[in-house]
């Protein structure tokens, strides 16, 4: 190597390292919370700019000494690792799936960790709904959040007013969730791209400002409190039930204890999510789902095939809203409160992370980045705070060494033969 390539490389690190100075200092650098020492309203943190600003510089130093080539596979031998890859999927995904059911049962485990992978099934189902959407039929969505908002505040007024149970105000949820994504479909069915992701955006935005100030139905900025738990075949996780009403310890002949209802919880939303994921993957094989791939690939093309694209459009638009009408129903009777506050913006681009990181049209891709995002801020102060930052530094990242995800690889949905046509 050269001491011109050698003053290159460092030019460039040098600029990615004043890159990283300019945005560190305001982000980082400085934070605005009162010092009980000195009375300021903010401190300063100089040590973690110069942590970012160094990283930053090795970094960019470092990839100028990996190699770049390009390799093509022989046919014979991309047939085979695919193979060998879904095979690899399959397993992964089985071994999560018993890991999950065994979670409450392990010696480790603990309530809060229930809760906490509670959160992370909730993100997870929230995933795979706009995977759906994004990943399967390319339409992008920066407005999932409405749809996880209709589902909770359609739960919480069907099972209050109406008095119906968890699992029959579920499906209710589900398919008002599903007629909002068919309202936004309509309108939205000739737009792409930029456009389209504004819609989306407006229509998130819409649907939290009608939660704020439609008091009368959905109670405003102070939300709806109240909402029923979910009960084991009609028996409720509580110490003294009513009258004429036996309770879930009672019926079993246990000792009360509050943790009970929380991995009861646990166990409906992972029974949710595995039917959600079957859900999705058969749906993936069906000819719906072949055409939801043919129209993100190519519109024209399937125009010319002779295939809808405004019933595709709203089917995608329809499912993925239900998903995600059901995840907002689950979080509700959790919660027990729902406010405007929980269906923000940050909600979307939250769900939108987790499908872009893991991978489009990745369905263990999607676990994956949900339990990396979900879990990362419990680590620490540091971490929630910069939860947003980390993001979209992750964001960037992937778009850059991995645009189509972590896991983006996957089983086709129709092989062919040794003999059939290409």
């Known amino acids: 190597m050269t001491a011109q390539d050698w003053a290159g490389r460092i030019k460039g690190a040098a600029l990615a390292g004043l890159v990283a100075f300019a945005l560190a200092v305001p982000l980082v650098g400085i934070d605005t919370n009162v010092d009980d020492a000195t009375g300021h309203g903010f401190t300063t943190r100089f040590s973690w ?4 600003v160094a990283s930053v510089f090795a970094g960019k130093l470092a990839l100028g000494f990996v190699p770049h080539f390009h390799w093509a596979a022989p046919q014979g031998l991309r047939r085979r690792t695919t193979l060998k890859a879904g095979r690899g999927v399959f397993l992964i995904g ?8 065994a979670l409450p049962m392990l010696p480790f485990s603990s309530r809060y960790l229930v809760d906490l992978a509670t959160t992370v099934l909730i993100y997870i189902m929230l995933g ?5 959407v994004v990943g399967l039929a390319g339409l992008l969505n920066l407005g999932y959040a409405a749809f996880y908002a209709v589902g909770a505040y359609s739960f919480a007024l069907v099972a209050q007013d109406w008095g119906l149970s968890f699992w029959l105000a ?14 936004l479909g309509l309108p939205v069915l000739r737009l792409r791209g930029d456009y389209l992701a504004i819609v989306t955006l407006g229509f998130g935005e819409i649907v939290r400002i009608v939660l704020i100030n439609w008091g009368s139905v959905t109670g405003g900025p102070n939300g709806i409190d109240g909402i029923p738990r979910p009960s084991f075949f009609g ?3 509580v110490r003294n039930p009513p009258e004429g009403i036996t309770s879930f310890s009672q019926f079993f002949h246990l000792d009360f204890d509050p943790g009970q209802r929380i991995v009861f919880l646990y166990y409906v939303i992972l029974l949710l999510a595995l039917l959600t994921n079957l859900f999705s993957l058969r749906l993936r094989r069906l000819p719906v789902g072949l055409a939801w791939e043919a129209l993100r690939d190519d519109e024209i093309a399937c125009r010319a095939l002779g295939i809808n694209p405004t019933s595709v459009k709203l089917s995608a638009f329809a499912i993925s809203a239900m998903l995600g009408g059901i995840a907002g129903a689950f979080f509700a009777t959790r919660q027990g409160f729902i406010s405007p506050e929980s269906f923000g913006f940050q909600e979307s681009a939250t769900v939108l992370a987790i499908v872009v990181l893991g991978g489009l049209g990745s369905q263990l891709g999607v676990v994956l980045a949900a339990v990396v995002l979900v879990t990362l801020p419990e680590f620490g102060r540091e971490f929630d705070q910069f939860r947003m930052l980390l993001f979209g530094a992750a964001m960037v990242a992937i778009m850059l060494w991995r645009p189509r995800g972590l896991l983006s690889a996957r089983a086709p949905s129709i092989r062919l033969g040794a003999g059939d046509p290409a």
Not at 128 to 132: D, M, S
Not at 174 to 183: M, R, V, W
Request: overall charge neutral.
């Open 94 to 101: 089985l071994a999560a799936a018993v890991f999950a059911l």
């Open 128 to 132: 795979w709904g706009l995977n759906i």
């Open 170 to 183: 579920l499906p209710i949820a589900g398919l008002l969730a599903a007629l909002f994504g068919i309202l």
């Open 235 to 237: 028996m409720p996780f």
């Open 49 to 52: 700019v110069v942590i970012a």
